[in-house]
């Protein structure tokens, strides 16, 4: 095949669904990974140096975890699926650069303290 | 600044609501009218494996759907954040909905009463799966009205479970919803809260 051979229509592929697994270099995300959904990632730590060996993508997250963010918002923001961003935050996490909840500390949902907070925040909404 | 490894800095406790319903019936109109900002979106890639789709021996198992969530935020104070997610309601999303609900404080499930039938995946799965939920019934213009004792009975709803009009287009009435769930979830989970 030729340079010049534009995609046919059988290896045509949207790269809308390549852009994860590159960003990842090819590592599939868990379908239960370290974080879900709510996970909240807070950046720790001073920048890191161009030597970091980081992604752009990991640079952003940071950024955008200045103030804690759920892996959702992260999602949203860096327009990337989730499972994705859990890759990147397990990299992050790894590297001591971002403080992160793990499923383990989830919110106890027998705690009437949770569900006072809840109401009354609602209530003042 | 000067950062201590052993000092951690303190997180947020995240908790989730979800929103579920069928399409069209205000999910993410309830969503945008309660949280913080306008509706934000993500997107979970599924494969046809995950989706219940099992036939390896074609290429065509290979394809993905992407299915999308809207959800907002509510910073409740400097412990608890509250995240709303808009569920698709449809049944093939199962693995969504798997994740979504584990963990969650409850459900709303929206009834459109032009559609009634849209919700009845959603209460069964959140019947069967046990996460406390209520309904609230959309009023469109034009619907046919119902009573809620009448929705009730459509949709066999146990008499525990609370049920009450809305406009989710409305903050204050949107809130009132939530309000309800959060009330019955901590009376079925922990005691009752006023
Ligand atoms: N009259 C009326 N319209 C509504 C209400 N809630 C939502 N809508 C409208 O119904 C349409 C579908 O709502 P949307 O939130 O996108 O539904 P979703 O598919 O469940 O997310 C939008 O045009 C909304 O403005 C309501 O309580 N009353
Ligand atoms: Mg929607």
């Not at chain 1, 879900?36 to 730590?45: F, K, R, V, Y």
């Not at chain 2, 969503?31 to 979106?41: F, H, I, K, W, Y």
């Not at chain 2, 907002?72 to 449809?90: A, K, M």
Request: with cysteine.
């Amino acid at each position: 095949m030729s340079a010049t051979d534009g995609p046919t229509d059988e290896h045509w592929i949207d790269p809308e669904i390549i852009r994860p697994y590159v960003v990842t270099r090819g590592r599939t995300a868990p379908t239960r990974g370290r974080f879900d959904l709510i996970s909240m990632a807070l950046a720790i730590g001073p920048p890191p140096g161009p030597d970091a060996g980081l992604d752009p993508e990991h640079l952003s997250i940071l950024r955008l975890c200045r103030e804690p963010k759920s892996v959702a918002e992260i999602a949203a923001h860096l327009n990337l699926p989730a499972g994705t961003i859990r890759v990147l935050l397990g990299d992050l996490f790894d590297r001591e650069l971002v403080s992160a909840q793990e499923p383990q500390s989830e919110v106890d949902m027998h705690d009437v303290k949770m569900y006072r907070a809840v109401l009354d925040g609602l209530r003042s909404l | 600044m000067v950062f201590d490894r052993s000092e951690r800095p303190r997180l947020p406790r995240a908790i989730k609501i979800l929103v579920a319903g069928g399409f069209g019936a205000g999910k993410t109109t309830m969503v945008g009218a309660v949280s913080e900002t306008r509706p934000l979106r993500t997107e979970e890639i599924l494969t046809d494996r995950s989706v219940g789709v099992d036939d390896l021996s074609s290429v065509e198992a290979k394809r993905t759907t992407t299915v999308a969530m809207d959800f907002g935020r509510i910073t409740l104070n400097d412990e608890y954040v509250l995240y709303l997610f808009g569920t698709p309601g449809q049944e093939r999303f199962w693995f969504v909905w798997d994740e979504l609900a584990e963990g969650a404080l409850g459900a709303v499930i929206l009834a459109d009463t032009r559609r009634l039938a849209d919700c009845f995946p959603s209460v069964d799965y959140f019947e069967r799966r046990g996460t406390p939920f209520v309904v609230a019934v959309n009023c469109f213009e034009g619907a046919p009205s119902y009573d809620l004792p009448e929705v009730r009975l459509a949709l066999q709803l146990n008499p525990s479970i609370p049920i009450v009009m809305c406009d989710a287009r409305k903050r204050d009435s949107s809130r009132e919803v939530l309000i309800t769930l959060v009330k019955h979830s901590a009376r079925l989970r922990a005691e009752p809260v006023g």
